[in-house]
């Protein structure tokens, strides 16, 4: 009888703990969005600090090469009364202790490891070891067992986490009556034990009816636990986000759920001022919950929209106006083309745009503030305006995360797998203006984060786009084609500024080659330069210190590529903005008479479609021409003189 009780002993020994802090549950693809996804973390006592130890992600793919990807610091956390420790995105409920990103976490096959060891002991890249390591994963998603990492983590099995989005699950540890120790997968329990034991939490939610309200209204914040509370629960919250603070808004902050109720509000009211903010973003977050009171959401984001934005003197894309803005390159910028043609006026436009000895890469992180000057829509300083898809989106709509639904993101009109362009980790870090790389036109990197290559687009529209040829997309359907000159002047640049890149005929293959050089000479031809487009030329002079000398000089293209290649170039020979200020075409939009007046000459007339296709052609026009055409915008082409102009038309 002693020799059985002994061994029972000693079996219950070797099931017992050897660790201060173990993995607990893990749930890494939920849902498929993975706007759900969390580790959570137990201690052998409650109350736990985590000073010292890491969270280490990595990666079994074959690019992943069994190493590390992420690594998450626990220090200054410490497990709550139950023992646990909850990481996990904003759409885990409960509302996790330490806040990551989402879709942060491979699905797998991977491996998660807990460390008693310093960030700095992992290093983006470094081979799964046991080293320092406390406990750990490895897992899947109905991946096929990944026999390296699991020798390199010390496991023995694979777990699999079988959740869909109808029926998430998550990889769960439980401990039977004997103090065996298994793992299966159940319905995810965040920051409750798996097998319903424990202290009971009583989760808070927060909640509004809209996520976006104007200055000057009003609106409720509603709070409600999960069951009533046993006594008076106080408690205060926190609108302050960035610029948004005390000063935008009134209302009570303190509130009490009453005891043996579940719910309260506040009303907040919104303060109309008369300053160009911006929009904001009001965050709504608890301060002072305490066990078992936990927050149920949190960081709960709702939009401010500012009505005192300002508009630009000059029009959008589709409402084109010219010189209103003024060009600021600097006197005699290109000088040094005079006299040039063919490969000797190519190598001098080069040393212009790609001087090492001024011209600067920025990161393509600093490429987001760039856009929000460039790029912003001159009807509404909140916005930026959307390249493709011709419409104002919000600034502070820039995709963050997986979802890009309503979204805008950066777009390179010369795209990365096309050209060769890679990202480096210095790209992720907005330095600012005034830090940068040196670069010269063999830097073909710096095409990643070159702006005047880069466009403010709809992330879905950019996603649709992907690398095609011009030629082959087109734009989306129902638009105005507005965008075709700017991004045909945008990666002619690219060929001059980068040594690497060409723009040819056709749909070529080769990496360094987009196409269709014809197609984009068209467009250059049938959608002028205009003010929008001199603007952010201008500001991203400011960031770069070059210029696009297609916006300044478009007539430069046919010198290069189009219909005067070999002959020399002359800066007189460029149209003179002044010949046709004189020049009315009346009104427009019309309903399909249109007046002309100011040419010293009766003038000759083509009619464009918007992408390129000649439709009519007047001669000598006296007073006015009857365009019969459906209604929609068209490119007028008027020559006097031996001189021409273009004008976009609308017929009603």
């Not at 600034?395 to 990365?416: C, I, M, V």
């Not at 309903?591 to 001669?619: M, Q, T, W």
Request: charged residues 20%; contains cysteine.
């Amino acid at each position: 009888m002693k020799r059985l009780l002994i061994l029972f002993v000693l079996l219950s020994c070797s099931f017992g703990w050897s660790q201060d802090l173990i993995i607990n549950e893990f749930d890494p693809d939920s849902p498929s969005t993975d706007t759900a996804e969390f580790i959570e973390l137990k201690s052998q006592t409650p109350n736990f600090s985590t000073d010292g130890y890491i969270l280490v992600f990595f990666n079994g793919s074959s690019s992943g090469a069994d190493s590390s990807y992420m690594v998450i610091d626990l220090n200054g956390y410490t497990t709550d009364n139950n023992g646990l420790l909850v990481i996990g995105s904003e759409g885990v409920s409960p509302f996790p202790q330490v806040l990551i990103s989402e879709n942060v976490i491979q699905n797998g096959a991977d491996a998660v490891g807990v460390y008693q060891a310093s960030v700095s002991d992992f290093p983006e890249g470094t081979l799964a070891t046991q080293d320092n390591l406390i406990d750990a994963m490895v897992y899947g998603t109905n991946d096929s067992d990944d026999t390296d990492l699991l020798g390199l983590m010390g496991e023995t099995i694979q777990y699999n986490d079988n959740g869909t989005n109808a029926n998430p699950r998550s990889i769960q540890r439980f401990v039977d009556g004997m103090g065996i120790e298994s793992f299966s997968t159940a319905t995810p329990t965040p920051r409750r034990e798996n097998d319903g034991s424990g202290i009971d939490i009583n989760p808070v939610s927060i909640s509004v009816m809209e996520i976006q309200y104007d200055e000057g209204v009003s609106f409720d914040i509603s709070f409600t636990s999960e069951t009533n509370v046993t006594s008076d629960l106080n408690f205060t919250i926190s609108l302050d986000n960035f610029g948004f603070n005390s000063s935008d808004f009134s209302g009570n902050l303190s509130l009490t759920i009453l005891n043996g109720q579940n719910s309260t509000s506040t009303t907040i009211s919104l303060v109309d001022d008369a300053l160009d903010e911006g929009d904001e973003v009001l965050q709504i977050r608890f301060l002072d919950l305490m066990e078992p009171i936990v927050p149920s959401n949190n960081f709960v984001e709702v939009r401010v929209v500012d009505n005192d934005f300002t508009m630009a003197a000059w029009g959008t894309p589709v409402n084109p106006t010219n010189g209103i803005v003024q060009s600021t390159e600097p006197i005699g910028y290109y000088d040094s083309l005079d006299g040039l043609a063919d490969t000797a006026l190519r190598q001098a436009l080069q040393d212009i745009v790609a001087d090492p000895a001024t011209v600067r890469a920025q990161t393509y992180a600093d490429v987001i503030d760039i856009l929000l000057e460039a790029d912003q829509n001159p009807e509404n300083s909140n916005q930026v305006w959307l390249l493709y898809t011709e419409q104002g989106r919000a600034k502070l709509d820039l995709q963050t995360g997986s979802s890009n639904a309503g979204k805008w993101n950066r777009e390179h009109t010369y795209p990365r797998s096309r050209g060769g362009f890679f990202d480096i980790e210095e790209d992720e870090i907005a330095d600012g203006i005034d830090v940068f790389w040196t670069t010269k036109a063999d830097s073909l990197r710096h095409g990643n984060s070159d702006a005047h290559a880069l466009r403010a687009a709809d992330a879905s529209e950019n996603s649709s786009r992907g690398n095609q040829h011009y030629g082959q997309y087109v734009g989306p359907n129902g638009t105005l084609g507005s965008f075709r000159g700017d991004v045909a002047r945008s990666v002619l640049y690219m060929e001059i500024r980068y040594n690497g890149l060409e723009v040819v005929d056709g749909f070529p293959t080769d990496t360094g080659q987009l196409g269709d050089l014809a197609t984009l000479l068209d467009w250059h031809r049938n959608d002028p330069p205009d003010d929008f487009e001199m603007n952010r030329n201008n500001v991203v002079y400011n960031w770069q210190k070059n210029r696009n000398p297609f916006i300044d000089q478009p007539l430069l293209v046919e010198y290069i590529w189009g219909t005067n290649v070999g002959d020399a170039w002359d800066q007189s020979l460029n149209v003179d903005e002044d010949e046709f200020s004189e020049v009315l075409v009346y009104p427009n939009p019309t309903n399909g008479r249109l007046y002309v007046y100011g040419f010293n000459d009766k003038p000759n007339a083509e009619v464009y479609s918007i992408d390129g296709k000649l439709l009519k052609h007047y001669k000598s026009i006296d007073d006015y021409i009857d365009l019969d055409l459906a209604p929609g915008l068209y490119l007028m082409k008027f020559t006097s003189n031996n001189r021409s102009m273009i004008k976009k038309i609308i017929i009603k």
